[in-house]
C-alpha cells in the first residue's frame, strides 16, 4: 500500500495538481480535499438521488398536502362546544352584544374569521366582538373557545362568572368600555388565561390576589380604571408576566 495513502483513500491527483482523494466507507459519494497551503477544504460531492429516494420525497410531500387538506376540512365541518356556546350566549346577553356574521355563520361561533390564526384578521375594527378558536380536539370535530374581544364598543356591565365555562380561554381583552364592579376572584381559575386586558373600564377595588394563579399570563393590563390599594405580593408568582 501507498505510504501517503494509508487508509485507501487515494483517489488521484487532477490537471490542476490538487489532490483528489475517495472515501471508500462512503461510496454513493466523492470527497474533494483540496490543499491551499495550510488549510484542507473538505467538500462533499453527492450524485443524484435514486429514483427510489425520489419516490420517497414525492409520496412525503403528497401525503403532507393530503393530510392539510383533510385537517381543513374538518375543521370548517367541526363544532363548538356546547357548553361553550351558551356560555358565550349568556356573556354577550349580559352584554348586550350580538355576534358578526362574519365567525356566527350560520349560528355556528368557531366557524369563519374565528378559525384564522391570524392577529391582523383577530384584530380588525369590523372584526368586533371577535372570538378565535381551535378546532384540533376530538380528531378535528370539536371547537373550543380560545379568544374572546370586545373592544372599545361602549358596552355596560360587570364580568360574568360564565367566563369560567370557557375552560380554554388562553386571550381576554375587553379594553375602553364601561364594565364596572370590582375585579371578580374568579379570574384566578381560568388558568390558561395568557393576556388579560382590561384596561380603560369602570373597576373599583383592588387587585384580587388570585390573579396570582395565572401562572400562564404574559400580559396584564388593567390601567386607567378606578382600582384602589397596593399590588398583591402573590402577582410576584407570574413568572411569565412581561408587561403589566
Known sequence: QDERDPIGLLHGVDESGRVMMRNSRTPKSDILFVKKGKKIILRMIMKSLLSSSNFLLYFFFFFLVFFRCIQSI???NATTDPSEVRALNSI???????????????GEPCSGTALTQS???FEDPTNNPAIRCDCSF????LCHITSLRVFALDKRGVIPKELLDLPFLEFLKIDKNFF???LPTFLGNMSKLGLLSMAQNNFNGPIPKELGNLKKLYLLSLG??????????????LVELGEL
Request: glycine share 8%.
Open 92 to 106: 354577550f346577553q349580559q352584554w348586550r352584544i350580538q355576534a358578526v356574521d362574519s365567525w356566527n355563520i350560520s
Open 74 to 76: 374538518n375543521a370548517q
Open 180 to 182: 364596572s364592579g370590582p
Open 224 to 237: 386607567n380604571n378606578n382600582i384602589s390599594g397596593t399590588l398583591p405580593p402573590e402577582l410576584g408568582n
Open 138 to 141: 376530538e380528531n378535528n370535530t
Open 119 to 121: 392577529s391582523s384578521v
